[in-house]
């Protein structure tokens, strides 16, 4: 993927301020990797508002989703994912797009955007466990995995 932008300025999970030190962020970060049960030989290194993810994760929907985490961390707007690379051999399912939710937005809606059918909601929710708790809980600014409608999650 490399590097993704995420334009935002105070919207994300907040695992910490913006004067906490590099390796302090770096390490929440791990921490909720872990709490989220994200599997794999995951490293993360902080450098001001960019997050640089390198290791080892057993697919591709994993590196997809701890690219969305790092990302809508509050204080986080860039993430790299160059050095992260995938067990088994390479997927033959497309890369899964992404949307930046807006005021307004839904899950229904953005299903409806991408799917043609907002009953695919859901598609989208399990595309985005575990950070994802609830469907009705998304936030503008926010940037959501939208798998291929026909790919597994």
């Given at each position: 993927?490399?590097?993704?932008?995420?334009?935002?300025k105070d919207k994300g999970t907040e695992l910490f301020d913006e004067q906490?030190?590099?390796?302090?962020?770096?390490?929440?970060?791990?921490?909720?990797?872990?709490?989220?049960?994200?599997?794999g030989d995951i490293k993360v290194h902080v450098d001001g508002n960019k997050v640089k993810i390198s290791g080892k994760v057993p697919d591709q929907a994993t590196k997809e989703r701890l690219m969305v985490l790092a990302?809508?961390?509050?204080y986080i707007n860039k993430v790299d994912d160059d050095d992260l690379d995938t067990d088994g051999p390479p997927s033959s399912?497309?890369?899964?797009?992404y949307h930046t939710v807006e005021s307004g937005d839904s899950l229904s809606k953005i299903a409806k955007e991408?799917?043609?059918n907002a009953s695919a909601y859901m598609k989208i929710f399990e595309a985005n466990?575990?950070?994802?708790?609830?469907?009705?809980?998304?936030?503008?600014?926010?940037v959501l995995r939208i798998p291929d409608e026909n790919a597994a999650v």
């Open positions: 993927m490399g590097i993704f932008d995420f334009f935002k906490t030190p590099a390796e302090k962020k770096a390490e929440r970060i791990r921490d909720e990797i872990e709490r989220m049960g994200l599997k990302g809508n961390t509050k399912a497309p890369a899964s797009r991408y799917y043609g466990k575990p950070m994802l708790s609830d469907p009705d809980k998304i936030y503008p600014g926010q």
